[in-house]
Every structure is written in structure tokens, then in C-alpha cells.
């Protein structure tokens, strides 16, 4: 198993620009969830998928959108690029409610100037 | 509501014993967990206990859980330096999400 996929590893957007943030699973896992961590801070979470069809926001979902069209894949989007979105981005999944482990991602580093 | 705290730096020779504590707030019914960072790489869970345990042990790690103070520790032992490493405290709420909240991290440096 490749475990969490995510693509790609560095991009630096210009303000206004727009990009799709890929991560994809192979674990069969139902929940997906992605993050951003700041230099220093923890991780908060952005946007979180319970399964197929179902998003729904984290602490930190302004500026972002999601969709869960597959179990597979659960793709950020970023539609204009601001400063204050340069973070690295980490996808992770679980199996379900009550499963403990989260699988991250290894990173995405974004710079927007 | 839930808020994990956690020191941000700790510098230890190699063979000492490290220990990384964290404080959380909320007194629900909680599991806490410890996950490793790497450079360069995404987080990845070392252990985790629930709040009606004291302790856990596996193998170089051992977890103690003060529930009274709300306080969670993780002792390496023998520390090498490829345990230099961030180190993040963790909570969820059992009967929620279960999605944790993160502290900010600890810095684990480990030097010869």
C-alpha cells in the first residue's frame, strides 16, 4: 500500500491564483481530513470527510473548499491564493469513528507572494 | 471546549531520558496521544492512552496520564538521535468526532 499520496510537494502561487491540492488513500479508510501547519503552531484542521458525499468544515475552512467524490480522494482547493495561506498542507485518513490512528500525508509546502 | 499545551524546545545528550509533558483542559471522557514529525515528513502516531489508564509502556516510550492535574508525559528512554524529532500531545472526545486537537509541538533534540 502507498498509504496517503499527496501532489504536489511544493508549489508557490501568486496572490489571486487558484490551485487543487491532490490526496489520495489506498487503506479502503472512510474518514480524510487535511490540515495546515504554521512555523512553531500545531496542526488545524481545515476541512474534514466522513465518507463519500459528506464534508464538512474545521477550525480553519475560510478561503477553502473540498469534495469526496471517491473514497479514494479528497482534494483541497484554494481559489484565490492569499499570504496567510502559505502553510504546509497535510492530508490524513482513518479507518472510521473510534479508530485511533490517523495517516498523514507527507506534505504539501505552499508559498503564496 | 478542548486546548492541548505543550513546552516547544527540549535538548537532551544522547542515552539520557527524555521527557516531553503536556497539559490538556478538557475533562470528558478523553483519549491522548503522542505522534512523531519527522523533517520533511507528515505526522505519524508513536502511541496513545485513555483517560482511565495511568500508564502505558512500549517498549523505549512510556506514557503517564495525571488525570487529576490533566497532565500527559512521554518518556524515551535511552533517547538516540534518531528520536530528534517534534513531538505533538493530542486529544479527542470520546462519543465526538474523535478528531483530535493538537498541541504545537515539541522540538526533541538530541545531541552526542
Known amino acids: 500500500n502507498a498509504g496517503v499520496t499527496q501532489t504536489p510537494k511544493f508549489r508557490i502561487l501568486k496572490i489571486g491564483q487558484s490551485m487543487t491540492l491532490q490526496c489520495a488513500q489506498d487503506?479502503?479508510?472512510?474518514?480524510m481530513y487535511w490540515y495546515r501547519q504554521d512555523p512553531g503552531m500545531g496542526l488545524k484542521l481545515i476541512y474534514y470527510s466522513v465518507g463519500a458525499g459528506i464534508t464538512d468544515k474545521g477550525e480553519v475552512p475560510n478561503g477553502y473548499n473540498v469534495s469526496r467524490s471517491t473514497t479514494e480522494d479528497f482534494p483541497l482547493r484554494l481559489e484565490l491564493a492569499a499570504p496567510s495561506q502559505t502553510s504546509v498542507y497535510f492530508c490524513?485518513?482513518?479507518?472510521?469513528?473510534?479508530?485511533?490512528?490517523?495517516?498523514f500525508g507527507p506534505g504539501t509546502r505552499l508559498t503564496v507572494t | 471546549g478542548e486546548d492541548v499545551e505543550q513546552s516547544l524546545f527540549l535538548s537532551v545528550r544522547e542515552g539520557d531520558s527524555s521527557v516531553i509533558n503536556c497539559t490538556y483542559t478538557d475533562s470528558s471522557s478523553t483519549y491522548l496521544y503522542w505522534y512523531k514529525q519527522e523533517p520533511g515528513a507528515g505526522l505519524q502516531l508513536l502511541t496513545y492512552i485513555f483517560s482511565n489508564m495511568d500508564m502505558k509502556q512500549d517498549q523505549r516510550l512510556t506514557v503517564l496520564l495525571n488525570k487529576k492535574d490533566k497532565h500527559l508525559s512521554l518518556r524515551i528512554a535511552d533517547t538516540q538521535t534518531g528520536d530528534s524529532a517534534i513531538y505533538f500531545c493530542?486529544?479527542?472526545?470520546?462519543?465526538?468526532?474523535?478528531?483530535?486537537?493538537f498541541g504545537r509541538g515539541t522540538s526533541l533534540i538530541v545531541h552526542p
Open positions: 493530542a486529544e479527542s472526545i470520546k462519543g465526538g468526532s474523535y478528531i483530535p486537537t
Open positions: 487503506m479502503n479508510h472512510n474518514y
Open positions: 490524513a485518513s482513518s479507518l472510521g469513528q473510534g479508530a485511533h490512528e490517523q495517516y
